[in-house]
């Protein structure tokens, strides 16, 4: 066996060469993606995130929602969807099947959050009547903080 074959390849240079079952997963994953894009147009705005696209042939369409309620929206929307798959030229599969699936972690930014003048003196006021030191000095932290 010669060295050459025992070395890493690089994953992209296996995908582009076409051959094995990863070319395959890769076809099959634009694929999903594809109709998972034309589908978001017919469901509102606010369902984005919340489901995805598993399978999807003349046997059925398979979503995913992140929880029960959006489920069952999917499940009311189920006909439209799979009539915008026949229309959009794609196969018109004789059920739609949704499941409940993990919720995926949603990456949310802070908001910085300030503290209010009012809140600020309420804060200075508890602290200029505690007794404990350690939490007088807490309270003096929080109303000096400007935003998290």
């Not at 994953?29 to 003349?58: K, S």
Request: a positive charge; zero cysteines.
């Amino acid at each position: 066996m010669s060295n050459q074959s025992r070395s890493p390849r690089p994953l992209s240079r296996t995908l582009a060469s076409g051959a094995g079952k990863l070319a395959g997963l890769e076809q099959r994953v634009a694929t999903l993606q594809h109709w998972q894009t034309i589908l978001a147009r017919v469901l509102p705005p606010e369902a984005r995130g919340h489901w995805g696209l598993a399978r999807i042939d003349a046997d059925g369409m398979v979503l995913v929602a992140d929880g029960s309620a959006w489920a069952s929206k999917l499940r009311f929307m189920s006909t439209a969807m799979a009539r915008t798959v026949a229309d959009a030229g794609g196969v018109q599969p004789k059920r739609v099947i949704v499941k409940v699936g993990s919720p995926r972690p949603v990456d949310k930014k802070r908001t910085p959050r300030q503290l209010s003048e009012q809140a600020r003196r309420h804060l200075m006021a508890a602290a200029s009547t505690e007794d404990n030191a350690a939490l007088r000095a807490a309270l003096q932290r929080l109303a000096r903080r400007r935003g998290s």
